[in-house]
């Protein structure tokens, strides 16, 4: 088996409702993001992107960011107030 440094804090699943904006904020920790589905605007370090389903995010430490998000295209799993 492969050792790495790298430690998995958690993982996690959310489904954002339509237009939910998720506040401006940053972590101490490195953090990566697949998008499954639905889509939205991400704003990562000062940057705007457009993500859809299959989209991946890398944040590193202490990198404000942002999350708009569309209507979603799927309501696979359970939903969680933004």
């Known amino acids: 088996m492969l050792e790495s440094p790298a430690k998995r ?3 996690a699943r959310y489904n954002y409702k339509e237009g939910c904006l998720l506040a401006k904020h940053e972590h101490d920790y490195f ?6 589905a639905s889509s939205g605007d991400f704003s990562l370090g000062g940057e705007a992107y457009l993500i859809k389903p299959g989209s991946v995010v ?3 430490p202490n990198n ?8 979603p295209s799927s309501s696979y799993g359970s939903s969680r107030p933004c």
Do not use: E, G, M
């Open 64 to 71: 404000l960011c942002f999350l708009k998000a569309a209507p």
């Open 9 to 11: 804090l958690w993982t």
């Open 58 to 60: 890398r944040i590193k």
């Open 31 to 36: 953090q990566a993001i697949y998008f499954v």
